[in-house]
């Protein structure tokens, strides 16, 4: 299964049992304000389906929120991500796209996947995330942080961990540049979104 498919499926058990919700409450069918990301209507979903369509260029990489640091692969995920990859992953599984709905996609609000590095001996297990911007820090809202086997390249394999943690969709408004902040097995690593990419983000 690919990366793409597997935050899908993670991304179905950690919202279940965290019970997420897209802070962002702009009208149906308006933008939000500031360039913060909003809940799908039926035509951003549509559009969603569209960009999975196009492939990774659109549905995936734009969303990956931290160059591989051989720590962690990070991404952030919103409504719209998620139905752009879910139909991503599909076509590149050869499964028939089944995008899901947009109520299910905003339900599972925003917020940022952590994995392990792959291929790096350096890898880390996630504990907890943070953001940093204009001199405040930002809690997430929720955190779910599971157990992931990673296996090395000569066929020994360690215990790691994966994590979701849930910020308000307000966090990512392109006011600023934002530093994301992991803590894990490896201590405190830093990256930083710039303000630029983040009001590329739906």
């Known amino acids: 299964?690919?990366?793409?498919g597997r935050i899908v499926l993670l991304a179905a058990a950690l919202s279940s049992a965290a019970g997420l919700r897209l802070q962002n409450t702009a009208p149906a069918g308006q933008p939000p304000e500031s360039g913060i990301i909003g809940r799908l209507t039926a035509e951003t979903h549509a559009q969603a389906?569209?960009?999975?369509?196009?492939?990774p260029a659109c549905s995936v990489t734009p969303y990956q929120s931290c160059p591989d640091n051989g720590e962690y692969a990070a991404r952030i995920a919103t409504p719209f991500s998620r139905v752009a990859s879910n139909v991503n992953d599909a076509i590149l599984t050869g499964r028939r796209p089944n995008a899901m709905t947009p109520g299910a996609a905003n339900r599972w609000g925003v917020g940022i996947f952590v994995y392990?590095?792959?291929n790096s001996t350096k890898s880390a297990a996630i504990q907890r995330a943070e953001l940093r911007r204009e001199g405040r820090t930002i809690q997430p809202t929720t955190s779910t942080v599971g157990p992931l086997t990673v296996k090395n390249a000569d066929g020994s394999t360690r215990q790691l961990a994966r994590g979701f943690f849930a910020f308000p969709a307000?966090?990512?408004?392109p006011t600023s540049d934002v530093t994301v902040v992991f803590v894990g097995s490896s201590g405190e690593t830093t990256c930083t979104l710039e303000r630029t990419r983040l009001a590329t983000l739906r």
């Open 1 to 4: 299964m690919t990366r793409s």
């Open 49 to 55: 389906v569209a960009c999975g369509r196009i492939g």
């Open 116 to 118: 392990p590095a792959e």
């Open 170 to 173: 307000e966090a990512f408004a």
